[in-house]
């Protein structure tokens, strides 16, 4: 419909999720006519996290160095671990300021129908963190749907047996079938304080 | 919440209209896992729409040459001038089918509010088309809201007196307080076919 260039960035916006083909040509027409230094921005932005993001060789978080900011940071509690699906899910926990822990990213959850089983998560490293000596809890903060349910069930079974360790899950109170990234502060908070032990 | 460059990434993101902060992290996290290609994409079209998109000399739609592909097509009508604010609206038209003939990008509406009066719109260069020879009709599409309304009736008055000359204005049947843009194609097709005579 467009000449060249504009068509082409509004094929691409439209390529992310959540931006149908109106939203696109808006965002388009907008950066047309924006200062070129909001695009450099972005372009920048763009260009560091395609080159610059690494994951914390611990806990799987993003990071800029080989390990995230919450696990160098001395004052978070080392002793519960939390266990989450993606990055994106530990901002949402922070939000609450219910959790003092540490995380560890699954990256994903187990998932069948996708072709996702356990040896593509990172459940080796959790297993080896768990095994130290120190930990005394694991909080299973996966999504509460059928995925991430049964990969809380999956890892329950795997720790049961580690001498000492509570594993918990988040409490009843998040809506079931839905993401954790978009749970508000509150319900996730009360869901936090409320976590039960699982028996596997 | 995040480290570095997702955080810029999200920040940059949530700049562009009609993206929440939700929305934007949501993007982040899918360029972080997409294949770095998407990426090159995305940033190649934000450097040629920054470096390569230029105005149509003519009638102001945005084009890769100093002529728009639709000012160069020798198939369309060119005795009849339709009259839109933005570049995107063209396309909004040439969607419906209804129109063969040429455009005038004004670049915007008469707002008081906004501080922008006729001087700050291209009126002069389409009252120049205007008068050569051969036109014989002035289509005023203007978004059918308070601005578009004034700014059809400014140039109706200063149209008036050209000899031979119609102008008119898209029929109703468009929603008023709308946006030219977000019309379906056949509310605007009928309003195209259904267009009036107007008298200042």
Redesign the interface.
């Known amino acids: 419909?467009?000449?060249?260039?504009?068509q082409?960035?509004i094929?691409?916006?439209g390529?992310?999720?959540?931006?149908g083909p109106?939203?696109a040509?808006?965002?388009?027409?907008?950066?047309?006519t924006a200062d070129?230094a909001?695009?450099?921005?972005?372009?920048?932005?763009?260009?560091?996290?395609?080159n610059?993001?690494k994951f914390c060789e611990v806990c799987g978080n993003?990071?800029?160095q080989t390990r995230?900011?919450i696990c160098l940071d001395p004052r978070r509690d080392d002793t519960v671990i939390c266990v989450v699906e993606?990055?994106?899910d530990i901002?949402s926990v922070?939000?609450t300021r219910e959790f003092r822990g540490l995380y560890h990213v699954l990256g994903g959850a187990i998932s069948p129908i996708d072709g996702i089983g356990p040896d593509q998560l990172r459940i080796g490293p959790l297993l080896k963190r768990v095994a130290e000596p120190g930990v005394r809890e694991v909080i299973l903060a996966t999504d509460p749907n059928l995925e991430g349910e049964a990969t809380a069930t999956y890892l329950t079974r795997l720790m049961k047996d580690f001498p000492g360790l509570a594993v918990t899950r988040l409490a009843s109170g998040l809506p079931v079938g839905g993401d954790l990234?978009?749970a508000d502060e509150v319900t996730l908070g009360r869901a936090f304080s409320g976590r039960r032990a699982v028996d596997a």
């Open positions: 419909m467009y000449e060249g260039p504009v082409d960035l094929d691409a916006l390529r992310l999720p959540g931006i109106k939203s040509q808006r965002i388009a027409f907008h950066l047309l070129p909001d695009i450099t921005v972005l372009q920048s932005a763009l260009h560091r996290v395609k610059d993001v993003v990071s800029e995230c900011r993606e990055p994106k901002s922070e939000r990234e978009y």
